[in-house]
């Protein structure tokens, strides 16, 4: 579960080509791609890279992202799907070294639509909520004893941010969790995006775990559609999905699929990222 110095120097490269390649996909994502097309940039740049899509890894599953979209929430499976303006966009992917180091890292992009402003501006705002409350849970990394403070951050920070022009806050899904990562793309320990009275694993250097709160407008029922992969709301609303891979080492904390190690998203917790040596 811990990592030495050197075995977290290891998950630099992963994590710095994942997030490569999901920044290849944002840059070129717009109305009319299917979302198969999306999937091919993503193996083409981590191929390239000199890695491999660790997605591919996992039994039953031959693609190299997950691509959610509107009331899919995870886990969507790329296709003929074409994508419509307005649309929100959950991007997954990840990417393992011929080391055998592995990256993880989601991003939500909705998609312009000068027709309907008024469901760009909820979908951006789900989207900023839930990326924000990635934030506040990696900010937490910074100071927690143990991963239920980080859950805990997580879901006081939904419950402080309500879904626009209410007094609610965002559904959270609460099946589908945080992990760790290393050797595999999904190690021990769990990590709960909300308040549990487990204290959870210990955060101490060595820990590398993956934070990605998944969050909806409506309704926290999912259900998983007939592909038995896709995760969709019950009641169709729409979803957003964020993830950073982040490093606990001697010196802080280091978020291994940002460019700058996660400063600007942190800046706004008071916390400043500390590269790994």
């Not at 400063?263 to 706004?268: I, K, N, S, V, W």
Request: proline residues 7%; charged residues 20%; glycine residues 12%.
């Amino acid at each position: 579960m811990y990592k030495s110095p050197a075995q977290l120097r290891g998950m630099i490269e992963p994590g710095r080509i994942t997030r490569e390649a999901l920044e290849a996909v944002a840059g070129a994502i717009r109305p009319g791609m299917t979302t198969l097309e999306l999937d091919a940039i993503a193996e083409s740049h981590i191929r390239l890279a000199g890695a491999q899509p660790n997605f591919q890894l996992v039994p039953g599953y031959s693609h190299t992202i997950c691509v959610s979209v509107n009331e899919e929430v995870v886990h969507g499976i790329p296709g003929d799907r074409v994508l419509e303006p307005g649309d929100i966009v959950s991007i997954d992917c990840g990417a393992e070294t011929p080391e055998g180091w592995n990256g993880d890292s989601a991003i939500s992009i909705v998609l312009p639509d000068p027709d309907r402003p008024e469901l760009v501006a909820e979908r951006e705002e789900l989207s900023r909520i839930t990326r924000q409350s990635m934030w506040a849970g990696i900010a937490a990394l910074a100071t927690s004893k143990h991963l239920g403070e980080v859950g805990a951050r997580i879901e006081g920070f939904i419950e402080s941010n309500p879904h626009p022009g209410t007094d609610r806050p965002l559904g959270i899904l609460r099946d589908y969790v945080g992990h760790g990562i290393g050797r595999r793309m999904h190690e021990s320990p769990t990590l709960f995006h909300y308040a549990t009275p487990q204290a959870g694993a210990r955060v101490k250097p060595g820990l590398c775990v993956c934070v990605e709160p998944m969050m909806v407008t409506g309704s926290e029922r999912v259900l998983v559609a007939d592909d038995d992969w896709t995760v969709v709301t019950a009641d169709g609303s729409s979803g957003a999905h964020w993830e950073h891979s982040v490093a606990v080492h001697d010196g802080g904390i280091w978020v291994l699929t940002s460019a700058d190690g996660g400063a600007q998203g942190l800046a706004e917790f008071g916390v400043t990222p500390v590269p790994i040596a």
